[in-house]
């Protein structure tokens, strides 16, 4: 492709690129490709004998059941596995957490099918094919509880123990956030990496198929190559990156953050402030792919019952138009700090501390947030962060 297209070129981590296959399982030729193609799937064709077919639909009635073609046939096929993925893994066990986006984009990606053909020619990941041809069958024989199973780490979700490196000093950021009282415009500043290790626990018998990122839950910017003499973004894209394959035992995570030094109006900032947070309380989580071939469901119970009777959070009606509940038992009482956060990171909505006992509910009014998807995060001794869609009234 020679110009971008939207929603495919935003970040990676946040889409699934979907390019197309032809009836042969090979690129098509008509299909869109470019940097980040994530897979392909069937694509059709617009010559009236097309071995994609569905119903079709003339804006007044169901009238005929019809030839269906383009990307707009193959990113359904994906959105379909997709869900898929979701109703057979979630609520398998309470032991594991609900699959995050980047999971169902891993696991699509790692059991996709390589494309031997022109041009893709078994590369992967491929401008053209991405990881692949999407394959169903192989995807969900890989997410059968109890033998495959898809863990999230940190626990509970708390930041690591980090060390910054000071990557540039004094670079221009152009700050297009006001919610810390600096105004928006040009700044001045430093670019900071974190780095932590985290460490994980794997059953005996459990063998570590594949690690990676949930930006998602992570609430660090994504750590960029940096271009000369072009001012930084705040905020930036949210991520973090692994920069060691996960072992059997722990992983290293990289983000990033930006110290504001100087506002817009050639104004020192002391203290200085941070964006999106300080390093100190940047999150970053990541999943881990498990397989254990003897696993019995009788192998869990006993973990299952000690997790029943431990913390839990929960939020309804989820979307919500404005009103959020929060639902929570924990074993002790605690201060915690409730705040939103959008996907960028940004905190756009704070309620404060809160003091939440044993167990009970708490009320929410979100009325004034704009429709999209956020995070609710309860910061005390340990860190939760739950995610909600606000509905337009």
């Not at 990113?75 to 057979?88: F, M, R």
């Not at 050639?266 to 999943?287: E, F, H, K, Q, T």
């Not at 979307?319 to 959008?342: I, K």
Request: some cysteine.
């Amino acid at each position: 492709m020679s110009s971008s297209s939207y929603p495919a070129c935003f970040p990676d981590d946040w889409v699934i690129s979907v390019g197309g296959n032809n009836s042969s399982g090979g690129y098509h030729s008509d299909a869109m490709f470019g940097k980040d193609m994530d897979l392909i799937a069937p694509y059709g064709s617009n010559n009236g004998s097309g071995d994609v077919h569905t119903l079709k639909h003339d804006g007044n009635r169901i009238d005929d059941y019809g030839n269906f073609w383009g990307t707009s046939s193959s990113a359904p096929h994906v959105s379909g596995v997709a869900a898929l993925i979701l109703s057979e893994f979630n609520g398998q066990s309470p032991l594991y957490e609900d699959l995050a986006p980047e999971d169902v984009e891993h696991l699509l990606q790692n059991y996709a099918t390589q494309v031997p053909s022109n041009p893709c020619n078994g590369v992967v990941p491929s401008e053209h094919c991405g990881w692949g041809m999407m394959n169903a069958k192989t995807t969900m024989e890989h997410i059968d509880y109890p033998k495959y199973r898809i863990d999230h780490y940190p626990k509970p979700m708390a930041p690591g123990n980090y060390s910054i490196q000071t990557v540039a000093t004094n670079v221009d950021i152009q700050l297009n956030d006001v919610s810390k009282g600096l105004p928006r415009g040009l700044c001045k500043g430093d670019v900071i990496n974190v780095s932590a290790t985290y460490s994980h626990n794997l059953r005996q018998g459990d063998q570590l198929l594949d690690g990676w990122v949930r930006t998602s839950a992570s609430t660090g910017y994504y750590p960029y190559t940096l271009l000369s003499q072009v001012p930084v973004d705040v905020p930036a894209a949210p991520g973090a990156r692994m920069t060691s394959v996960p072992t059997t035992t722990s992983v290293d995570l990289l983000t990033r953050v930006y110290k504001i030094t100087e506002d817009a109006n050639g104004n020192p900032v002391s203290p200085a402030i941070y964006y999106p947070d300080a390093p100190s309380n940047i999150l970053m989580g990541y999943s881990v792919h498990l397989y254990d071939p003897l696993a019995t469901e009788a192998d869990f119970y006993t973990e299952i019952e000690e997790k029943q009777e431990e913390s839990y959070f929960r939020l309804f009606p989820n979307p919500t138009e404005g009103l959020l509940q929060l639902r929570y038992q924990q074993n002790h009482e605690a201060a915690v700090d409730v705040f939103v956060q959008d996907i960028s990171g940004r905190r756009v909505q704070s309620f404060g501390q809160q003091t939440l006992s044993h167990q009970g509910s708490l009320s929410l009014q979100l009325t004034d947030l704009p429709a999209g998807l956020y995070f609710l995060v309860l910061k005390g001794q340990s860190v939760n962060t739950l995610r909600f869609v606000k509905a337009n009234r």
